[in-house]
């Protein structure tokens, strides 16, 4: 049986007592705050027991893979003089290097998946189309080498070839174009062009194409990022409804000392979540 990963704020006081790095894994850093994913909050409550317990993490907590492995090495020590922004340099905004399928060969070393299936140009469509049933797909990239794609293949690009007469014996012969992104492009910018184009490629700092990553992917990737806020419009709608049936406008009477900034309180609809105590 494999042995549990320690807990992260012990790895943390290990890294500064010994001054030695100790290797682990984001959603260690999640399971000890006691949630399944990186939101902004939890970045930020990360980097601040890093910078508690004088440790630096790399790569960066907030951009690294979610299942990549993680260094926590101690901060070094500055002379007088000198300052250290990496506790602070740290990146809160959503990219592609955050989605699975843009991480599928990493996927592959770490025992979770088959990687990135490809065909050729020189791959029949009969191959083509039964490696798209097999791992029911709706396209497989065409690669040349690890480094150069020259398009994919889809049931769409398929059906518009044989639509328009081609014979369609080879991949080549009912192709597309893709567009190719860097992992560390934004995903709000390549969610625009998933929904235009359906698919992208995604490629590493090598240059090496690491995912495919389709209108699903931003789809699930969107709503486990608008989910805890959705669902907290939910419950303060619902005690909302609650309190509608329980106070009036003349129980709504605040004094000055209650709020910072005090206004009319006309209903319920004026008080913010906080405000409902």
């Not at 949630?35 to 993490?57: D, F, K, P, S, T």
């Not at 490809?118 to 039964?130: F, P, Q, S």
């Not at 910072?260 to 906080?274: A, R």
Request: aromatic share 8%.
């Amino acid at each position: 049986m494999s042995q549990p990963h320690p807990n992260f704020e012990d790895i943390l006081s290990e890294v500064q007592k010994s001054r030695k790095p100790i290797k682990t894994f984001p959603y260690v850093a999640t399971q000890y705050l006691g949630v399944a994913r990186r939101g902004w909050r939890v970045i930020q409550e990360i980097n601040e027991l890093l910078e508690e317990y004088e440790c630096i993490c790399e790569p960066e907590f907030g951009r690294a893979w979610f299942y990549g492995e993680i260094e926590i090495i101690p901060k070094p020590k500055l002379s007088a003089g000198k300052t250290n922004d990496n506790a602070i340099d740290w990146d809160p905004t959503p990219r592609l290097s955050s989605l699975k399928a843009a991480n599928l060969g990493k996927l592959k070393d770490a025992g979770e998946g088959e990687g990135l299936i490809t065909v050729n140009r020189d791959t029949t469509l009969a191959a083509a189309t039964t490696l798209m049933i097999m791992h029911d797909y709706s396209q497989l990239p065409i690669m040349n080498t690890p480094r150069e794609a020259e398009g994919i293949i889809s049931w769409r690009s398929i059906g518009r070839a044989l639509a328009l007469g081609k014979a369609c014996k080879m991949v080549s012969d009912c192709k597309e174009d893709v567009v190719i992104l860097d992992q560390d492009d934004l995903l709000f910018n390549a969610a625009k062009i998933v929904l235009e184009k359906e698919v992208i490629l995604v490629r590493q700092k090598d240059r090496t194409i690491s995912g495919i990553v389709t209108a699903t992917d931003i789809g699930q990737q969107f709503i486990s990022m608008a989910e805890p806020f959705l669902m907290i419009e939910q419950i303060e709608n619902h005690i909302r409804k609650m309190l509608d049936n329980i106070f009036g406008p003349e129980d709504l009477v605040f004094t000055d000392k209650q709020f910072e900034k005090p206004k009319e309180i006309k209903n319920l609809s004026d008080l913010t979540f906080g405000q409902y105590e």
